[in-house]
């Protein structure tokens, strides 16, 4: 039986297409099972919550995690979640949460902060990203 991964995806709700993408792109991987940790777009803590919950509802997310997945598009440099989430990982916990960095499709510049941080670095291709799930999973 495989194993199923529990993942925390981060994303800007400003690129949520990318987001969508990659989902699909899970989703339609025969023989790879996921849970998805990551906080929805309909979450109130996102509309309505202070910095403070947030950061506490992240961390609750990605606790039971066995990695991270960041869409490494520039914009994820200029992003104060994804920074601390990025953070969270390295800090919070008594191991730290391993990082996956998906280079957007087609994408000229990346964020180098997501790759300095990241355990592999990946591109937008559905076979790399599962064996680095699979590879750098805790």
Known sequence: MSKTYNLFISHSWAYSDSYDRLLELLDTRSYFFYKN?????????H?????????????????PCHCVLILAGV???????????????AAEFGTKKPIIAIQPWGAA??????KENADAIVG???????KAIREVSV
């Open 47 to 63: 509309t309505r919550g202070t910095d403070k919950e947030l950061h506490a509802a992240i961390k609750r997310q990605i606790a």
């Open 75 to 89: 914009y994820s440099t200029y992003s104060k979640w994804i920074n601390k989430e990025i953070a969270i990982c």
């Open 124 to 130: 937008w291709n559905t076979e790399s990203i599962v």
């Open 37 to 45: 940790y990551s906080v929805p777009k309909n979450d109130p803590l």
């Open 109 to 114: 510049h990346t964020s180098q902060i997501v």
